[in-house]
């Protein structure tokens, strides 16, 4: 199971007499009304959340707490516990005995939990890649056998598909030896284009790219691609670096995008990520801070 740490903190908000309350907001694929009144000596605070956009990641369950407190300590700090796994969520507060004017804020500190499906054991890549008479030949890869079908395997990789051509002597062979790379990693890369096809989560997308360059596996890069736009929760430095090397421009310009803060930048220069960077990709984060600055 992974999960994400999710922390805000709203800006002060004075309140007097009969004021009217209102705010919204969105962090991190959460959304929030905060709206609050004073009424005589009591004040009514509710918060309406919506964390869809995080369910739609594959975040299944928010756990944490909610805060609201005054600036000055007029009154005493008031919690709400959380733990939802429905995404439309309210919760309210109310505070008596308060001054007629005082300022407000609030945080809160959540966990979202995602659950992953579990890798695949290994000897189900044994079970997948089994003789059959729809496999042609045998790849052997760390001294065990992988049973593929030659045009199958050429269609998805144009690796294979010259190495299974007549100008190569393994093309003519039963048996072909798979070099520099594990029995583990290459059972994954080709579990991504057979039929009960595995699909790429955030601690294969990396070795899926390596494995998807190297054998000339563009669908394998695309199926990796669509997860992280769409699915992915690693930071921005990490997709920059995965965006970069393996030329993936939507991740790239998106990561680029997000990084919006000099903070950020900060972050990401202080991460091993950034020493893998181009010059092209360093000269496209250099203008993005000019325009922060």
Known sequence: MTTKVIKYRSDFKPMQGSVYLFETGEKDGIKYIWSGSVNSSKAIFKWMFDWEELKKQGFNRLVGHLIVKSVYGTWNPVRIDIDWTETNQSVAAMIEKVYSAFTVFFEYN??????EKPP???????????????????????????????????????????????????????EIEIKEVSYEDFGLLL?????????????????????????LMPSVKHLVEHHLLNLSKLEDEKMIMLGDQYGIKSILERSISQT????????LEKSPEYAKLSSDTIAKLFKRLLQLV
């Open 110 to 115: 959540l966990t979202a939990y995602y659950s």
């Open 120 to 174: 695949l054991e290994k000897n189900s890549f044994d079970k997948m890649f089994a003789a059959s008479e729809k496999t042609d030949v045998v790849l052997i890869v760390e001294g065990k056998k992988i049973n593929v079908n030659k045009s199958y395997l050429s269609i998805h990789s144009d690796y294979f598909s010259s190495l299974f051509s007549s100008n190569f002597k393994e093309g003519q062979m039963k």
């Open 260 to 267: 919006n803060t000099v903070e950020k930048m900060k972050k």
């Open 191 to 215: 579990s991504t284009i057979y039929p009960m096809m595995i699909f790429p989560n955030d601690k294969t997308a990396e070795k899926l790219l390596e494995l998807a360059d190297r054998f």
